[in-house]
C-alpha cells in the first residue's frame, strides 16, 4: 500500500449538513478501499481567481493509504460528485 495525500474543494453555497455529509461519504470510500490516516477541514477560503463562478470554497484535506488504483477510482468520484469544485490527490514519499 502506498500512501496519498488529497485536497478537495467543497462549494460554498452547500449547506452545513450537506458538506459534512460529502465529507463522510469520501471518508468512507477511502476507509473501504484502504487505510485513512487524517482528515483534516480546513473550513472555507478564498480562491486566488474564481473557480466555476465562485469565490471561495471549504477546503478538506486527507491523508491515506490504498493500493494504486485506488486514486483513479477516487478521482472518478471527486467527478461525479455535484458540489465538489476542485481536487487533487498526490503520492506521499
Known sequence: M?????IYVIS???E???VKA???KFNDLVAQNGELESTE???KKKFAYEVQKH???????M??????????????NFKITEGVLKYL?????
Open 2 to 6: 502506498r500512501k496519498y495525500e488529497c
Open 12 to 14: 460554498p453555497t452547500l
Open 16 to 18: 452545513e449538513e450537506q
Open 22 to 24: 460529502l465529507i463522510q
Open 41 to 43: 477541514e480546513w473550513g
Open 55 to 61: 469565490k471561495e470554497g471549504y477546503y478538506v484535506l
Open 63 to 76: 491523508n491515506f493509504s490504498a493500493n494504486p488504483d485506488f486514486p483513479a477510482e477516487l478521482e472518478r
Open 89 to 93: 490527490v498526490v503520492l506521499r514519499k
